[in-house]
């Protein structure tokens, strides 16, 4: 029997992308149903799009998240009955409200319905899958996902409205150090891609690279500065920032700032933001390439920003 999935979607949509694309590959899902709220039904309109692109049947819900919890309840054991005559249906509440949550626990008590739980935290992503058993839940199992679920172009489609290539910006040694920072990642990552330009509810942002290594994603702003000036770097960090705030690119992308020049200030101010600060202050415009030295510098910080040390990948 092919599997159902009801998916409680919520700000972000990385809980529901991820355990279906695992899903689809293994358990044969056929059908997902997108349970949304008015706050979430952008997210849950760019989720549909991408997953009916991969041949998923796809139902979209709208339900109040803040409201009582047995009606809620109630609509997901009607979800769950319209389905299971033809699939095996599992609940997937991890990315939503805690009322939504509690919603979809108390469905799954009512119906013994299964339901999983995505873990991220640490350099492993983890499906957790649990039954209901006499009233209570067990754990079935526990499985890592597989490292080659996403692209970054699903991750894209799944967080904004739109994305397309920028025009390279700034002056002719600003380029030359984002194509040299391209060229030192691109053999040392899973996936990479350069200037691109994210729509989100009308306002567009900037980055200069995107980098995948497995399942996770980072940004990377690139500044170059002249004659070791470290003016303007403010200004980076606050460009890396909106890029990758929680309704543009989310929680779950990994933020860095790579420049030529070393300022403890800036690098003390990225460390508060919890951006990665890296500093290739030998980079020569006139080679247009990274010293190995400055390479191995870059590769390793990048990984570890991205939750990956050389054991863990």
Do not use: C
């Not at 809620?72 to 249906?89: F, I, P």
């Not at 957790?128 to 996902?145: D, T, V, W």
């Not at 460009?239 to 860095?256: D, F, N």
Request: neutral net charge; proline residues 4%.
């Amino acid at each position: 029997m092919s599997t159902a999935m009801v998916a409680l979607v919520g700000e972000q949509p990385m809980p529901v992308l991820l355990p279906v694309k695992l899903y689809t590959r293994k358990y044969d899902l056929k059908s997902v149903v997108l349970v949304f709220t008015a706050r979430t039904k952008r997210v849950s309109r760019n989720l549909r799009k991408l997953l009916q692109e991969a041949g998923l049947s796809v139902l979209e819900k709208e339900v109040d998240a803040y409201g009582n919890i047995a009606p809620l309840s109630s609509q997901l054991v009607e979800l769950y009955s319209e389905l299971s005559g033809s699939h095996a249906v599992e609940y997937n509440p991890t990315g939503a409200t805690k009322l939504m949550a509690i919603a979809a626990y108390d469905a799954a008590l009512r119906t013994g319905g299964d339901f999983i739980y995505l873990q991220t935290e640490g350099p492993e992503d983890v499906i957790h899958r649990y039954s209901m058993e006499s009233g209570q839940p067990r754990l079935l199992r526990k499985e890592n996902l597989p490292r080659d679920l996403i692209n970054i172009h699903e991750y894209l489609a799944a967080y904004t409205d739109e994305y397309s290539s920028s025009k390279p910006q700034g002056n002719e040694k600003g380029r030359a150090f984002e194509e040299a920072i391209r060229s030192a990642l691109e053999e040392e990552v899973d996936e990479i891609m350069f200037r691109k330009s994210l729509k989100v509810k009308r306002s567009s942002f900037e980055v200069d690279v995107i980098v995948r290594i497995g399942n996770r994603i980072g940004a990377i702003e690139a500044k170059f500065k002249d004659r070791g000036k470290a003016k303007g770097m403010k200004e980076a960090i606050g460009q890396i920032m909106t890029a990758t705030a929680r309704e543009v690119l989310g929680i779950y992308t990994s933020r860095m700032l790579v420049t030529n020049v070393w300022d403890p200030n800036i690098e003390k101010l990225a460390y508060d933001f919890r951006i990665t600060f890296v500093a290739l202050t030998d980079f020569d415009p006139d080679q247009k390439t990274l010293s190995p030295e400055s390479k191995t510098l870059l590769v390793s910080q990048t990984r570890k920003a991205m939750g990956y040390g050389n054991d863990n990948y």
